[in-house]
């Protein structure tokens, strides 16, 4: 059974931070293509659960996996190598951020919203039928929670007694909706529903997260079938970097020019499209960091803060030189 | 004729046609934003967000057709169309059928595909050849913003479903978001052609299933839709630098399919090319050889197309996505020159 080693924690939580601020730095600069939807926001969540399993155990990530990737402890060098596109990445190049996998650290990713549900009820399927103790988790956002396919894998780990984790990282928007609005009930009932007991829990606080994820694991263990976890966070990034409603949040002149532009049409909804635009200025003004929050924690020994993120930064420099030095030698992809 | 962009275009006749037709609505994912001018002229009754549910708002679409209004289903990208297949396969493309032709699906299916911005292939698909294989679908792939807007026009008002193709990067919104999000470290190969161009004074809907003659020549036939067209009408300039005079074609619908046209054309010629982002096996070039040969024609053969999963890495992806240089090499093999 895990034990609960809160520096630790929070040395992982700020690993994957820093991580995947150098990710956001190469993305910035070109070097990396496409969307990048990072997890920074949702370590807590990530740290606590992950951190609490065991060898064998399987994983199943949405689009954002990044985080569950680092903190899983796959090399972060073929990581990021993976992000620029590089032969020598994690999947040679091509698939990318929201197409990772290892098959050694069973854990797999998908681009497509509420995949990882089924994902992680196959893993746990395998995992029961070799009589493994082993359990599989699926992280994914509260959007995913409205796909048939993830209610419908609800319903098949609890009727097969699945040793299932089903952790939903509820940051209340689906890409560009506010999820309350196009979700009915509540999803701790809608897991009841399934006959699977559900935990809310604060997201952004590891050490809350930590605790019910122990108690859910310990119960998946012990033959009790799938649990379900509701963690609340916040994405500071948005969907992805660049998302176009923080952009326009983050410049007052473009979000004036956006409402402005909407002036013309006067239309009956006019005071729905300045409520979606005010509510998406809070999405970002109501920046609740697990990071800030652990530190917050941990002050009373600010030598050791100030120490592990010394050694963090200076790690993830070391992995950020590296991977340009591989990159910079060339492609090997003919 | 005023310009317009290729969004912009399609936009312009969609508010245009729900000014006119109440029973016209719009719903997807996302839609109050990624419509914002639409839903603050028509409100939430009618431009109306959707949870990320697509085989339930999709199949809930194909119903609402048939019990008499005219929706607008956006599928975001087309590679997530395989949520919401059975909707698609066995209901929306079937129910004429089934009826004895009393009981249309008026829908449209508007979903956004293409790659060439390093998203890798469960964002970047064509899949036009997949959905154009099954019998009772319309399937629609403009290349510039005049055809972007008629053949809009025509699909709201079609009988029949359609399925209405937005190049990612013919749509500037589309690539804004996903490829650069704000960037200006990243570069793309967009044709000006298709992102910007001339429009008609008056929006009239072009018919469904006419190809579009876009460069009349006489030693080879180049066919594409979409954003191939435009590579096509970059390697006809290449060609013709060598000597070859290469009829470029637009075929704008899959299904329909104007094969009366493109024999026309291939008579003339006696060799074609067809150049598809859709992938290589079990797809539009294979189909378009076959309906020629059923038609008792004679032709030199080839298709540049995309022949497996597009990879991440922007390298391979430029390697596996038709280009005018892979167009080139082909069109000079198969005329053996």
Redesign the interface.
């Known amino acids: 059974m895990a034990e609960f080693e809160i520096w630790q924690l929070y040395r992982k939580m700020l690993y994957s931070r820093l991580f995947e601020n150098a990710v956001k730095d190469l993305w910035d600069k070109g070097m990396i293509s496409g969307e990048m939807h990072l997890g920074t926001g949702e370590e807590a969540i990530i740290a606590g659960v992950v951190s609490q399993l065991e060898q064998g155990d399987a994983i199943a990530v949405d689009h954002r996996g990044t985080s569950s990737f680092i903190i899983r402890g796959i090399e972060p060098t073929l990581l990021l190598l993976e992000f620029l596109g590089h032969s020598k990445g994690l999947c040679a190049g091509k698939g990318g951020h929201m197409h990772l996998f290892s098959k050694e650290h069973l854990i797999a990713s998908s681009g497509i919203v509420g995949a990882s549900g089924p994902a992680a009820t196959g893993f746990a399927l395998a995992l029961n039928y070799k009589k493994e103790r082993n359990i599989a988790v699926a992280f994914f956002g509260e959007g995913a929670i409205n796909q048939g396919m993830m209610l419908e894998s609800l319903n098949l780990a609890s009727i097969w007694k699945l040793p299932v984790l089903f952790v939903c990282k509820d940051n209340n928007w689906a890409v560009s909706t506010i999820t309350n609005e196009v979700t009915g009930g509540n999803l701790i009932d809608r897991a009841k529903g399934f006959g699977i007991e559900g935990y809310e829990v604060d997201g952004t606080d590891v050490e809350a997260v930590w605790k019910v994820t122990n108690e859910a694991i310990s119960k998946i263990r012990n033959n009790d079938g799938p649990q379900f976890i509701h963690a609340r966070c916040v994405h500071t990034e948005g969907h992805f970097l660049g998302d176009p409603l923080l952009r326009y949040n983050r410049n007052p002149n473009l979000l004036a020019e956006v409402a402005n532009s909407l002036k013309k049409y006067a239309g009956k909804s006019l005071d729905e499209i300045l409520l979606l635009l005010r509510k998406i200025g809070g999405q970002t003004k109501k920046k609740v960091d697990p990071i800030v929050i652990i530190e917050k924690k941990l002050k009373n020994d600010p030598d050791r803060l100030k120490q592990i993120e010394e050694e963090v930064t200076k790690e993830i420099d070391q992995v950020v030189n590296k991977t340009l030095e591989i990159f910079d030698g060339g492609m090997n992809n003919a | 004729m005023p310009k317009m962009g290729f969004a912009q275009a399609i936009e312009n006749v969609i508010a245009k046609a729900m000014e006119e037709d109440e029973n016209v609505i719009i719903m997807g994912?996302?839609v109050?934003?990624l419509r914002?001018?639409l839903?603050?002229?028509?409100?939430?009754e009618r431009v109306i967000?959707?949870?990320?549910?697509?085989?339930?708002f999709v199949g809930a679409a194909v119903t609402a057709a048939m019990a008499g209004i005219r929706p607008i289903a956006e599928i975001m990208l087309v590679?997530?169309i395989?949520?919401t297949m059975d909707a698609i396969l066995n209901h929306a493309a079937k129910i004429s059928f089934f009826s004895g032709n009393k009981w249309n699906v008026p829908l449209v299916i508007r979903t956004a595909c293409g790659g060439g911005?390093?998203?890798?292939?469960?964002?970047e698909q064509s899949l036009w050849g997949w959905l154009a294989h099954i019998p009772g679908l319309n399937i629609v792939v403009p290349s510039n913003p005049a055809d972007a807007g008629g053949l809009m026009l025509s699909s709201i008002y079609a009988d029949d479903p359609v399925i209405y193709f937005e190049h990612k990067l013919l749509a500037d919104?589309w690539l804004?978001?996903?490829?650069?999000?704000?960037?200006t470290?990243?570069s793309f190969d967009v044709p000006e052609n298709g992102l910007e161009g001339e429009v008609p004074d008056k929006w009239e809907p072009l018919p469904l299933g006419k190809l579009k003659q876009i460069k009349e020549g006489n030693d080879i036939t180049l066919v594409s839709v979409g954003i191939g067209v435009h590579r096509s009408i970059e390697a006809a300039k290449i060609l013709e630098e060598k000597g070859i005079s290469a009829e470029v074609l637009d075929l704008r619908c899959l299904n329909p399919l104007d094969i009366e046209e493109l024999k026309n054309s291939v008579e003339k010629t006696s060799a074609i090319l067809v150049i598809d982002e859709d992938y290589k096996s079990y797809g539009l070039s294979g189909e378009i050889s076959a309906m020629l040969l059923e038609n008792g024609l004679t032709f030199k053969f080839g298709r540049v197309c995309t022949e497996n999963?597009i990879?991440?890495?922007?390298?391979?992806e430029n390697q596996v996505l038709p280009n005018k240089e892979r167009i080139v090499n082909k069109a000079l093999e198969i005329l053996k020159m």
């Open positions: 994912e996302d109050h934003g914002l001018n839903f603050a002229r028509f409100g939430k967000p959707t949870p990320i549910s697509e085989s339930a590679d997530f395989g949520v911005y390093g998203d890798a292939g469960q964002h919104y804004d978001s996903m490829g650069s999000g704000g960037r470290t990243v999963t990879p991440y890495s922007r390298e391979l």
